[in-house]
């Protein structure tokens, strides 16, 4: 498999599916700064599992276009976390960290969904991005 063309629409996919394993680090160190009993804790272990599962997806997509997912793209264990976390968090600033995240994600599916044209695909865009507003709602709950 080759790397994607700038103007292949599985560019765009990479740059979902390097968001995702972003958040995917971004969440896993925000777990760590919340007490197991509280909700957000429960929340976000659904979010760091949609995300895992977002990840294979994408992976999945970017074979059906016969492009490797990390040709173009570092791999989480080689990558440093988006937000160095440092000390304790009030659970208002992970809920704030975690949401920029979302909106990064967001922002980089609305531009694939764009450039998409196969429709599973789009089907696989369209559900992270429902998964992503479902999340941001049971973010927003205190």
């Not at 040709?71 to 960290?97: D, F, L, Q, Y």
């Amino acid at each position: 498999m080759s790397p994607p063309r700038r103007d292949d629409p599985a560019v765009a996919l990479n740059q979902v599916l390097s968001e995702v394993i972003d958040a995917i680090l971004d969440v896993r160190q925000a777990l760590r700064r919340v007490p197991e009993t509280q909700a957000l804790h429960n929340e976000l272990d659904h979010l760091l599992a949609d995300l895992r599962t977002w990840a294979q997806m994408l992976a999945d997509q970017d074979q059906a276009l016969g492009v490797s997912p990390l040709a173009s793209m570092a791999s989480g264990a080689s990558r440093t976390p988006p937000n160095p976390w440092h000390g304790a968090a009030s659970n208002e600033e992970v809920r704030r960290i975690v949401g920029e995240h979302l909106d990064r994600l967001e922002h980089q599916l609305s531009v694939a969904l764009a450039e998409q044209y196969g429709d599973q695909t789009q089907a696989a865009l369209t559900e992270i991005q429902q998964g992503i507003l479902a999340h941001r709602r049971a973010l927003s709950d205190p």
